[in-house]
C-alpha cells in the first residue's frame, strides 16, 4: 500500500515550432490516497489523465507542484504500471517479460515469482510462449501480472481494457477486482469509461477537458461489483448527469 | 439453412503433378538450367570453359595442394577483417545514435566510406604495404564497416519508445534494457547490415589480393588470368561464390531464423 500526494500538480508542453501556444494539460491538480483505495481519474480524451499517471511513474515530470509517492519501506516506493496496450517484449517469452521487470534475488528466484503471478492470472501455463502467440486480453493479464509481480506500492492502470472486445474487458474487470481484494494493493486507474470507474472505484475523480478536478466522489458499494447491479447503473447516470454539467459552457450575466 | 456435410469446405485434391510445382523443385530447377546453359555456352565458344573443364582444373589444382592453402589464406583475412567490421560497425552505429556530436563528426567520413570504391582502396593499400596480411584486412575493415554502421544506426533510432518507457517506468537497470530491448530490437538492422558487409568485405580482401598479393583465393585467380587459363579463372571464381553461399546459408540463414523465432508461424520461413 502507498500513500500519493498530489499538490498543485500542472503541465504544460511547451510550442513545437514557432506560433505555436504551449498546452496545458493539467491544471492545479491536488488530491491524496492512501492505503488499500481503488482511486479512478475518469474524464474526456486529453484532458490529462494519461499524463497524470506518466508523472507519478516518473516517466514525465511535473511543470510546477509537487507529487509525492511514499511506500511502505525506506526507499523509492515500488510502482507497477499498466499501460493501454500491454508492452511486452515480443521477442522474449511471456515468463522472461515478467523476470524482466524484476530487481535482486536469481534468475530462478525472478522465475519463480513470475511464474506466482502468471498463474495469480490463469496463465501459469503460457510463460514459455511468445506475446505474439497470446490473444490480446491474455497479454493485458501478463501486463496486470507483471505489474503485480514487482509487489508495488502502487500500482498505476492507464485505460487496461480500452482496447478489448467488450467480454473480454469485462472478465477481466471481475479479474481486476478479485486480484485487487487480494492483494490490497493501492490502484490509480484512468478511463473515459464512466460505468468501470463505477465499477471497479472506491473513488473517483473526476477531471475536465480543462485539466482540473471537478469533483472527487466516493463510491460506497461493496466488492466485488458487477456491471448488471443496478445501483452501478444508478451511479453510472448520475455522474454522467455531473459530466454534462461540467462540460455546460458559463453564461455570465 | 442447414449446412449439409457436402457444404463444408473440402481441402484441394492432390494431383499426380504437385511436386512439380513446389518451391524445392523451383530452387532445383534453376541451379540445373543454370547448368546447361553454362554447359551449352561452353561448347559454343571457346572462351567459355565448361563445367566439366572447370571440375577437372579444380581436381588438379587440390592435387597440387593450392586450394586448401589459399582459401585458408582468403578465410583467415575475411574472417579477422569481418570480426573487425562487426566491432567497429556496431560501436560506431550506437555512439552516432547516442551521441549527436559523434553523429555529426562521423557522417560524412561514413558517406565517403561507402561511396568511395574497395578497388581504390585496393591500390592505395598496395601502394602503402605491398604483398602483406594488412591490405586485405585494412580494406575489408574501410568497405564493410559503413555498411553496418548506417544499419546499427538505423536500428537503434528503430527502438520501440513505449518499450523504453516501460522500461523506464520499472527502473529496468541500463545494462538489462540494453541486453533485453535495444540489441534485439535493432537485429533486424544489424543482421541485415552485417550481411551486406560481408558481402563487401570478402569482395574487397580478393581484390586486394587479385591487385597485390602473392597468396589467397584472389591472388590464385589473378595468377590464372595471367596465364590466360579461362577454367582457372572460372573455378576459383566459383570458390569465391560457393564459399560466400556456404557461409550466408550455413551461418547467416540461422542467425536469422533464431532472432525471428519469436514471430509466430517464422519456423517455416524460408530467407
Not at chain 2, 64 to 78: D, T
Request: proline fraction near 5%; aromatic fraction near 10%; charge should be neutral.
Amino acid at each position: 500500500m502507498a500513500r500519493l500526494i498530489a499538490r498543485d500538480v500542472r503541465k504544460v508542453f511547451p510550442p513545437t515550432r514557432s506560433g505555436q501556444e504551449p498546452v496545458h494539460a493539467l491544471r492545479n491538480i491536488s488530491f491524496e490516497a492512501e492505503g488499500h483505495t481503488f482511486v479512478t481519474l475518469v474524464g474526456p480524451s486529453g484532458c490529462g489523465k494519461s499524463t497524470f499517471l506518466n508523472m507519478v511513474s516518473g516517466i514525465d515530470q511535473p511543470s510546477a507542484g509537487s507529487l509525492q509517492v511514499l511506500g511502505r519501506a525506506e526507499g523509492p516506493a515500488r510502482i507497477g504500471y499498466v499501460f493501454q496496450d500491454p508492452r511486452l517484449l515480443p521477442w522474449k517469452t511471456v515468463l522472461e517479460n515478467m523476470v524482466y521487470v524484476q530487481d535482486g534475488g536469481s534468475s530462478e528466484d525472478k522465475a519463480a515469482k513470475g511464474k506466482e503471478f502468471l498463474d495469480l492470472v490463469g496463465l501459469g501455463t503460457s510463460g514459455s510462449m511468445y506475446p505474439g502467440q497470446l490473444s490480446g486480453g491474455m497479454q493485458q493479464r501478463v501486463g496486470i501480472a507483471r505489474a503485480l509481480s514487482i509487489g508495488p506500492d502502487l500500482l498505476l492502470m492507464d485505460e487496461p481494457f480500452s482496447h478489448l472486445d467488450a467480454i473480454t474487458a469485462r472478465d477481466l474487470r471481475v479479474e481486476l477486482q478479485r486480484l485487487w481484494l487480494d492483494t490490497g494493493a493501492t490502484v490509480l486507474f484512468v478511463t473515459h469509461d464512466v460505468m468501470e470507474a463505477v465499477l471497479l472505484s472506491s473513488r473517483v475523480i473526476m477531471i475536465s477537458s480543462q485539466g482540473i478536478v471537478f469533483r472527487d466522489l466516493t463510491i460506497d458499494l461493496p466488492f466485488p461489483r458487477k456491471q448488471t447491479e443496478k445501483e452501478v447503473a444508478i451511479l453510472q447516470a448520475d455522474i454522467l448527469q455531473l459530466f454534462e454539467e461540467m462540460e455546460r459552457p458559463t453564461v455570465i450575466a | 439453412m442447414t449446412l449439409v456435410a457436402d457444404d463444408v469446405i473440402q481441402a484441394p485434391p492432390r494431383h499426380w503433378y504437385g511436386w512439380l510445382v513446389s518451391d524445392r523443385v523451383a530452387r532445383y530447377t534453376a541451379r540445373v538450367v543454370a547448368l546447361l546453359i553454362w554447359q551449352w555456352a561452353g561448347t559454343a565458344f571457346e572462351e567459355i570453359p565448361t563445367p566439366r573443364g572447370t571440375f577437372e582444373f579444380l581436381v588438379d589444382e587440390w592435387h597440387r595442394g593450392e586450394i586448401i592453402s589459399n582459401i585458408s589464406i582468403s578465410l583467415v583475412r575475411a574472417v579477422i577483417g569481418l570480426a573487425l567490421v562487426l566491432v567497429l560497425g556496431l560501436a560506431i552505429g550506437l555512439a552516432m545514435a547516442k551521441w549527436w556530436r559523434v553523429r555529426y563528426t562521423l557522417t560524412d567520413l561514413i558517406l565517403v566510406g561507402i561511396t568511395l570504391p574497395a578497388f581504390i582502396w585496393a591500390l592505395l593499400v598496395v601502394m602503402w604495404w605491398g604483398f602483406s596480411n594488412i591490405g586485405p584486412i585494412v580494406v575489408c575493415v574501410v568497405s564493410a564497416t559503413p555498411q553496418l554502421v548506417v544499419n546499427t544506426f538505423q536500428g537503434a533510432n528503430a527502438t520501440p519508445g513505449p518499450l523504453v518507457a516501460m522500461s523506464g517506468a520499472y527502473h529496468v537497470p541500463t545494462d538489462r534494457q540494453f541486453r533485453w530491448l535495444v540489441i534485439p530490437s535493432m537485429m533486424e538492422y544489424i543482421v541485415a547490415g552485417y550481411r551486406s558487409a560481408i558481402l563487401a568485405g570478402w569482395g574487397a580482401v580478393l581484390l586486394v589480393e587479385w591487385f597485390g598479393n602473392d597468396k589467397g583465393v584472389g591472388f590464385r585467380a589473378h595468377y590464372w588470368y595471367d596465364a590466360g587459363n579461362f577454367e582457372g579463372v572460372m573455378g576459383w571464381g566459383l570458390i569465391m561464390m560457393v564459399i560466400i553461399l556456404l557461409f550466408d546459408r550455413v551461418v547467416m540463414e540461422r542467425v536469422v531464423r533464431h532472432y525471428r523465432r519469436w514471430r509466430v508461424g517464422s519456423a517455416g520461413w524460408s530467407v
